[in-house]
């Protein structure tokens, strides 16, 4: 599975952007998408993630700020970040984790080192 990232840049605070992640391989395989950032010097942490029926899990940092969405038939994942904050500001990463694999508990507790897949990262950058 390769996945590619898109729609990074810079926006003043409190503007917006979309992220874009477009998978392609064995797309089948493929049961959570997740975006997670990381700012210099910082842990990379999650910001939302989605399974492959739509259930959805976000940081507290972004609730009510962003949305992730899925569309299957362009293999595409998308983060859709509002009212962004110079806090926002990272390299965003899209990841993917296989079906099938084991996980402890429910999808909201996997985390960064248990995906098998992840893109170049876009940098967001936000503006005070």
Known sequence: VQLVE??????QSGGSLRLSCVASGSIFSIYLMGWYRQAPGK?????????SIGRTQYAD???????????NAKNTVH???NSLKPEDTAVYYCAAFRRGTYY???YCSIEAYEYHYWGQGTQVTVSS
């Open 104 to 106: 402890r508990g429910s």
């Open 61 to 71: 940092s972004v609730k009510g700020r962003c949305t992730i969405s899925r569309d």
């Open 79 to 81: 983060l859709q970040m």
């Open 43 to 51: 842990q990379r942490d999650m910001v939302a993630n989605i399974t």
């Open 6 to 11: 898109s729609g990074g840049g810079l926006v």
